[in-house]
């Protein structure tokens, strides 16, 4: 698939993964208030949307990068294979919290557990966006 430019310049990448986390943070903050109001029905509409905008944002941007990015950067460098193997490993982890997140949510009722996992995707892709930025560019 070919490579977006937004995707190859450094200042372009960082805006993406600076929206897609702050618009993140806000909406896991929202489920928190919900929560902390004891508002359960609708900390479970947000978390809902939230999970919606983690893969439609975050975890769509994760498959365009291993789509074709993270290749172009392997064939240009070769010594960032190992590099790429632990952002694609990043990116499994996301998917792995997301999905566990859905399953939880099978179970009636909302769980704290829930508002957890929000905040450890979070610290994840924060991390992973501060060291895609710094070893890929
Ligand atoms: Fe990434
Ligand atoms: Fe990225």
Redesign the pocket.
Known sequence: MPVGPSLRQLHA?QA??HSGLAGAKSKTEEVEQFYSSGDLELAEQATAELLEYWESRILS?ADA?EDGFYQEAVEKNPALQDVVLQLKRDHELMRIVVKSIHQLRETPGWNVEILHKLYALLEINEIH?RE?ERLLF
């Open positions: 990448h993406i993964h941007h990068e966006s895609e």
